[in-house]
């Protein structure tokens, strides 16, 4: 038994002042007041809430190939990026690996199988300090997508999928001339390559898109996974989503697609690094504007793990500290339909977090993952 005292409990609808008793893995007791026995941990009136929830994370990525023309060996990349959320907090992480290539980022299918690999053998291995769940991101026109997702769709650890559309002049990329600089100077390639590239994408996805989103919408309905779209540009297509089961909007890029998505009930999720840097690095709608306009259901990590914590703390400003913390707690551990954690109440799990604000800036001082200390 682990008894945590003279903490700031951040619960679902309140702030207070008091203790947490953990055994077994699991949160047995959260009462007002200090503690006075012995082996109580005094938390100093640091705040004390629940591991954090990461519905799409693509730090893996990061670590496989932390520079250009450098890969990392699969499990150690894999380990490092374990590490690095213990140490964010998160203590259930969705890793989303990317099943297709539009040809410009080339050895994400590789990345694909060897995380899905390194994934399953290190699962109950004691190796890793959080839970690591699946979260598969179908490439709608890619050739390849339908056999990756074959492959895996009925992995165990599979937890949730989106499906995607990267295609040149579409959703995050739907600015052309943006995207032909951005190519040009991320690849060798000159311009009139990229412009040949570009024109053959565009005929790629009118052949494919239609006939693979049908194949992914019925291959995973059998699975029963939460589904999210990507990207969500108009509220045609938040409307269509939600039709056909989609009830997550991941990222949308336009106001007019969260409000959608808002207004008929289906999730959103905002991406922590446009909170924290105060607008989207590709141009798109500011997170903290969905969040002034009500859209945002939950806030994802999307390539930084540590933005998650510092994204929820700008957030209370607007929302208070209750409903900003169940943006990376409670919310995504709902839309993962992991109803056993992300709350600070008796029976959940004992994935917890402590946290001190140092000059307005939130800092992870210790995670806990069922009631054992990981970071």
Not at 149 to 159: C, I, M, N
Not at 238 to 258: K, L, Q
Not at 317 to 328: D, S
Request: hydrophobic share 45%; charged share 25%; aromatic share 4%.
């Amino acid at each position: 038994m682990t008894i945590f005292t003279n903490a700031r409990l951040i619960l679902p609808d309140a702030v207070m002042q008091g203790t947490l008793v953990a055994e077994g893995g699991r949160i047995v007791e959260v009462q007002p007041g200090r503690s006075g026995h012995p082996s109580a941990v005094d938390l100093e009136g640091d705040f004390l809430m629940p591991g954090m929830v990461d519905l799409h994370t693509d730090n893996l990525e990061r670590q496989v190939q932390p520079r250009a023309n450098a890969r990392w060996p699969a499990r150690s990349a894999f380990l490092a990026h374990d590490g690095q959320c213990a140490a964010a907090g998160v203590t259930t992480v969705l890793d989303a690996l990317c099943l297709g290539d539009l040809g410009f980022d080339q050895g994400r299918d590789q990345t694909f199988r060897e995380g899905v690999k390194e994934a399953t053998a290190l699962a109950g291995s004691g190796a890793l300090r959080v839970e690591h769940l699946l979260h598969l991101r179908c490439e709608l026109p890619a050739r390849d997508m339908p056999g990756l997702l074959e492959s895996v769709a009925d992995h165990p650890l599979v937890a949730m999928a989106s499906l995607m559309d990267h295609s040149p002049g579409v959703g995050q990329y739907r600015d052309l001339d943006r995207y032909r600089a951005m190519r040009v100077r991320q690849t060798k390639m000159t311009a009139a390559e990229v412009e040949q590239r570009i024109a053959e994408l565009l005929a790629q996805r009118e052949r494919t898109l239609e006939p693979q989103r049908r194949f992914a919408l019925d291959r995973l309905a059998a699975r029963g996974l939460p589904l999210a779209s990507h990207d969500d540009e108009t509220k045609a297509q938040v409307t269509r989503n939600a039709g056909d089961g989609i009830r997550v909007s991941e990222f949308p890029v336009t106001m007019e697609a969260a409000e959608a998505a808002r207004d008929l009930g289906v999730g959103v999720i905002a991406g922590a690094p446009n909170l924290v840097r105060g607008g989207s690095h590709s141009g798109n709608v500011a997170a903290m504007d969905l969040l002034r306009a009500g859209t945002v259901t939950a806030i994802a990590s999307d390539y930084v793990p540590s933005a998650m914590v510092e994204a929820a703390f700008l957030a209370a400003k607007e929302i208070g500290l209750p409903a900003a913390i169940a943006t990376v707690t409670s919310a995504p551990a709902r839309m993962a339909k992991l109803e056993d954690r992300g709350r600070l109440e008796a029976g959940q799990r004992a994935d917890l977090i402590r946290v001190r604000e140092h000059r307005g800036t939130p800092v992870i001082r210790e995670t806990w993952v069922r009631g054992e200390r990981v970071a």
